[in-house]
């Protein structure tokens, strides 16, 4: 059997994933997940992110995404590629690089081994406006959702696009409708199958 196709969407918080994974899921009829998930250090991530419990330092904070992303793995992603399924996934290994650099950890620090996507779609938008999204979500604002921090993490995201060893990277203006964004991602995804 063909293993899957892996997709992930990644950005700062308010650029528009999940509204793109609803959309692409269907026409893919992908199986959508996301980091972090509510499971062990997901769920360890989640109460920090919410104010719940105090933040570590940035290396293991960082740290408890990529043991999160170990069980997403073992547990979702990899039995649903080798079952056939496609698999789009909200924020992944990139995130880990761009958030924990933007607050001072070494890259060297943040390596771990996973499998590469066959393509990431960058949603890419200016913090301010990620934050006047994130405004009307009729909710608190969690762990990183504030215009600096979210702007450094963007600079980060920006950089590390550049960099090969994440695999092919698609940097999208997410100040784009989503229908827009769709058609570009469609487009990608047509020539590369």
């Given at each position: 059997m063909q293993s899957g196709?892996?997709?992930?969407?990644e950005g700062i918080d308010g650029c528009g994933k999940t509204t793109v994974a609803k959309l692409l899921a269907?026409?893919?009829?992908?199986?959508?997940?996301?980091?972090?998930?509510?499971?062990?250090?997901?769920?360890?991530?989640?109460?920090?992110?919410?104010?719940?419990v105090k933040a570590p330092s940035p290396l293991e904070f960082q740290k408890?995404?990529?043991?999160?992303?170990?069980?997403?793995?073992?547990?979702?992603?990899?039995p649903a590629l080798a079952q056939g399924k496609?698999?789009?996934?909200?924020?992944y290994s990139l995130s880990t690089f761009a958030f924990g650099m933007a607050f001072g950890v070494a890259y060297d620090d943040l390596k771990h081994r996973v499998p590469k996507p066959d393509v990431t779609f960058l949603l890419d938008l200016p913090a301010?406006?990620?934050?006047?999204?994130?405004?009307?979500?009729?909710?608190?604002?969690?762990?990183?959702?504030?215009?600096?921090k979210l702007e450094k993490v963007?600079?980060?995201?920006?950089l590390l696009a550049k960099r090969k060893e994440f695999g092919e990277i698609v940097v999208l203006n997410a100040l784009q409708t989503p229908r827009m964004l769709i058609s570009q991602?469609?487009?990608?995804?047509?020539?590369?199958?």
């Open positions: 196709k892996f997709i992930v969407l269907p026409r893919l009829k992908a199986l959508v997940t996301r980091e972090p998930t509510s499971i062990g250090a997901g769920r360890k991530i989640h109460n920090i992110l919410r104010h719940r408890l995404y990529i043991a999160d992303r170990g069980e997403h793995l073992k547990r979702v992603i990899t496609n698999v789009i996934c909200q924020r301010k406006e990620a934050m006047k999204r994130i405004a009307k979500r009729n909710r608190s604002n969690e762990y990183f959702e504030k215009t600096k963007r600079r980060q995201y920006r991602i469609d487009a990608v995804l047509s020539r590369r199958s």
